[in-house]
């Protein structure tokens, strides 16, 4: 099974956020469209968890 992880760009911080989670492809999507909603996030992105 192939592991995800999400980052974003959260508004006054320098660098990229990273999640501390491991997410299945299908629970990645679920979370990034979460996390998109939260005020003063953008840039949510699914990337692949080595």
Not at 2 to 12: C, I, M, P, Q
Not at 45 to 50: H, K, L, S, V
């Amino acid at each position: 099974m192939d592991n995800y992880r999400l980052t974003w760009v959260k508004e006054g911080r320098e660098r990229r956020q990273v999640s501390a989670v491991k997410y299945s492809a299908a629970a990645a999507e679920d979370y990034a469209s979460y996390k998109q909603a939260q005020p003063g996030v953008s840039d949510v992105r699914i990337e692949p968890a080595g």
